[in-house]
T-cell receptor, first 112, second 113 residues
Framework: NAGVTQTPKFRVLKTGQSMTLLCAQD?????MYWYRQDPGMGLRLIHY???????AKGEVPDGYNVSRLKKQNFLLGLESAAPSQTSVYFC???????????FGDGTRLSIL | AQSVTQLDSQVPVFEEAPVELRCNYS??????LFWYVQYPNQGLQLLLK??????LVKGINGFEAEFNKSQTSFHLRKPSVHISDTAEYFC???????????FGTGTRLKVLA
C-alpha cells in the first residue's frame, strides 16, 4: 500500500548542480503535482500533469522542469540549483482534479 | 482572484479543550473544500472534504467542519483535543470556475498538557 513515493528523502546540493526528484504513484491517478513548502507560505504549485505525456506550469515554475513519460511517474528537475530553491518538495496525485490529493512524504533539499 | 485565508498561524490549546481552526475563501462559483493535516516530517493527509450535500462534514480523528456559503467559510472543529493532534492543518479549495486547487498557509495547532 505504497501510495505516493518520493526519492530521495534528503539531498544537499551545491549552487549550479543539477538533480532530478522522482515521484511514483501506484493508484492509477491521472493527475500529478509538484509543490514546494516554505515556512509561512503554505504549499505552492510548481508544475502539474493531467495525464501521461502532459505537463503544465503552476504558480512558481521558474528554474524547474518536469516530465511524465509514464502515467505512474512524475519527475521534477533542477537544471542549475540556486539557494532560493532550498525547500521541502512534495509530490501529490489525484484521480480527478476536484478530488483529494494524495501526498508523498517529501524531499528535503538544501542548496549551498 | 481565488484565495484561501487561514487567519491564525498558530493556535495553542490545552488538552481536552475544544478548538476551532478558521478558514475563509474567496470564490463566487461552486467550490470543493478540504482540510489536510501534516505531522512533522510527513506529507499532508486528508482529514475531511466537502463536495456537496450536508454542510456539516465529519472527518477522521473526531474532527468536523461546517461549510457556510454566506460567510464563505469552512472552519475546522474538534470538541476535545489530544496531545497527538499537535500538527499543522491546511485548508484547501478547488473551484470549478478556475479549475485551480489552492492551499491556505496553514495553522499550527499545539496541544498543551
Amino acid at each position: 500500500n505504497a501510495g505516493v513515493t518520493q526519492t530521495p528523502k534528503f539531498r544537499v546540493l551545491k549552487t549550479g548542480q543539477s538533480m532530478t526528484l522522482l515521484c511514483a504513484q501506484d493508484m492509477n491517478h491521472e493527475y500529478m503535482y509538484w509543490y514546494r513548502q516554505d515556512p509561512g507560505m503554505g504549499l505552492r504549485l510548481i508544475h502539474y500533469s493531467v495525464g501521461e505525456g502532459t505537463t503544465a506550469k503552476g504558480e512558481v515554475p521558474d528554474g524547474y522542469n518536469v516530465s511524465r513519460l509514464k502515467k505512474q511517474n512524475f519527475l521534477l528537475g533542477l537544471e542549475s540549483a540556486a539557494p532560493s530553491q532550498t525547500s521541502v518538495y512534495f509530490c501529490a496525485s489525484s484521480k480527478i482534479q476536484n478530488q483529494p490529493q494524495h501526498f508523498g512524504d517529501g524531499t528535503r533539499l538544501s542548496i549551498l | 482572484a481565488q484565495s484561501v485565508t487561514q487567519l491564525d498561524s498558530q493556535v495553542p490549546v490545552f488538552e481536552e479543550a475544544p478548538v476551532e481552526l478558521r478558514c475563509n475563501y474567496s470564490s463566487s462559483v461552486s467550490v470543493y473544500l478540504f482540510w489536510y493535516v501534516q505531522y512533522p516530517n510527513q506529507g499532508l493527509q486528508l482529514l475531511l472534504k466537502y463536495l456537496s450535500g450536508s454542510t456539516l462534514v465529519k472527518g477522521i480523528n473526531g474532527f468536523e467542519a461546517e461549510f457556510n456559503k454566506s460567510q464563505t467559510s469552512f472552519h475546522l472543529r474538534k470538541p476535545s483535543v489530544h496531545i497527538s493532534d499537535t500538527a499543522e492543518y491546511f485548508c484547501a479549495v478547488f473551484t470549478s470556475g478556475t479549475y485551480k486547487y489552492i492551499f491556505g498557509t496553514g495553522t499550527r495547532l499545539k496541544v498543551l498538557a
